[in-house]
């Protein structure tokens, strides 16, 4: 079983940063993938930002040029740079991962989701 732990959200300014972290923990073989989504009142989950364990990324339309996934699959964490905020990005993020377990079988898993308020 893996655990995800997301920290970093809040409120902010139009036009301003945030940075959000999530960190893995527990018993499994390795992480394949970890990745932001992010969720508004009245709408579907889309995907924000998510990377692989050989590094590749790839983003939402709606985020590119203004947000930065890093960190490393391998170490069982990463960040998500929010950079020139506006409010549509409103909305409970959450982290997800996908991973093998020790018996090789592929799970994935949520956070409980930190929300993201960007208002004046």
């Known amino acids: 079983q893996v655990q995800l732990v997301e920290s970093g959200g809040g409120l902010v300014q139009p036009g301003g940063s945030l940075r959000l972290s999530c960190a893995a923990s527990g018993n499994f073989f390795s992480i394949e993938h970890m990745g932001w989504y992010r969720q508004a009142p009245g709408k579907q989950r889309e995907l924000v930002a998510r990377?692989?364990?050989?590094?590749?990324?790839n983003y939402g339309d709606s985020v590119k040029g203004r947000f930065t996934i890093s960190g490393d699959v391998a170490k069982n964490t990463v960040y998500l740079q929010m950079n020139s905020l506006k409010p549509e990005d409103t909305a409970v993020y959450y982290c997800?991962?996908?991973?093998?377990?020790?018996?090789?079988?592929?799970?994935?898993?949520w956070g409980q989701g930190t929300l993201v308020t960007v208002s004046s």
């Open positions: 997800k991962a996908g991973y093998r377990t020790t018996s090789w079988r592929y799970l994935e898993v």
């Open positions: 990377t692989t364990s050989d590094s590749s990324t």
